[in-house]
């Protein structure tokens, strides 16, 4: 069973701080996606990584592969309470097949 | 559009009743999933349908678990049976078909079993 371990599990933070989430797996993934999930509601994704060393941008949030494929990073830039949210990382043994880890509870203070 | 739909929102059911969740995916996507997320958990697998047959049912617990999707559109997950370790928010998501990879989760159905 591949499994995806997330860290922290909870963080609260104030308004404007940076922050990183971290997923790690013992086991090698084409590829790996982002989500993020609002209470009441289906996770939404957020990036795919593919490539071993990739690392996407999207506005204030940095997410690095890591090269040898078993681990990933989101990073938070200048938080803002609209960020909080829980932040799932799910790895793709194969597209049809998603294992997601734990998740990452994120609250960001005003 | 509209996105991934699910019914009912919420369900509560006494522990040995049969339980219908029904999900309709985005019109046009062939490839269509589901997922139980219970408390301070991420999304579990259950099982994955191509078209109107389940290419993988092997996230499925055990068989009081099944679930159909007849006309390759609407699906319905049946819980036979159920039990109080069967409370979750079931969750369906679907995409373009094989090999895509980007699944749309919808709101989720949160049964509870008393």
């Known amino acids: 069973t591949q499994l995806l371990e997330q860290s922290p599990q909870f963080l609260s933070i104030q308004e404007g701080e940076n922050l990183t989430v971290y997923c790690n797996s013992s086991?090698?993934?084409?590829?790996l996606q982002w989500y993020r999930q609002e209470p009441g509601e289906g996770p939404v994704l957020l990036v795919t990584?593919?490539?071993?060393?990739e690392v996407k941008k999207l506005k204030r949030l940095t997410f690095q592969f890591g090269d040898a494929r078993k681990d990933s990073s989101l990073h938070i830039t200048a938080a803002q309470p609209g960020d909080t949210g829980l932040y799932l990382c799910?790895?793709?043994?194969?597209?049809?097949?998603?294992?997601f880890g734990k998740g990452t509870k994120l609250t960001v203070n005003p | 559009g509209a996105g991934v739909s699910q019914t009912p929102s919420n369900k509560v059911t006494e522990k040995g009743k049969y339980v219908e969740l029904r999900c309709d995916p985005i019109?046009?996507?062939?490839?269509l999933y589901w997922y139980r997320q219970s408390l301070g958990q991420g999304p579990e697998f259950l099982i994955y349908?191509?078209?109107?047959?389940?290419?993988?049912d092997s996230g499925l617990p055990n068989d009081r678990f099944f679930a159909v999707r007849p006309e390759g559109s609407v699906s319905t997950l049946k819980i036979q049976r159920t039990e109080r370790g069967d409370s979750a928010v079931y969750l369906c998501?679907?995409?373009?078909?094989?090999?895509?990879?980007?699944?749309?989760f919808g709101p989720g159905t949160r049964l509870t079993v008393t």
């Open positions: 998501a679907s995409s373009r078909g094989t090999g895509s990879y980007e699944q749309y």
């Open positions: 086991s090698v993934f084409s590829s």
């Open positions: 990584v593919v490539t071993g060393g």
């Open positions: 799910a790895g793709l043994p194969r597209a049809e097949k998603l294992v």
């Open positions: 019109s046009g996507h062939t490839a």
């Open positions: 349908f191509q078209g109107t047959g389940a290419a993988d």
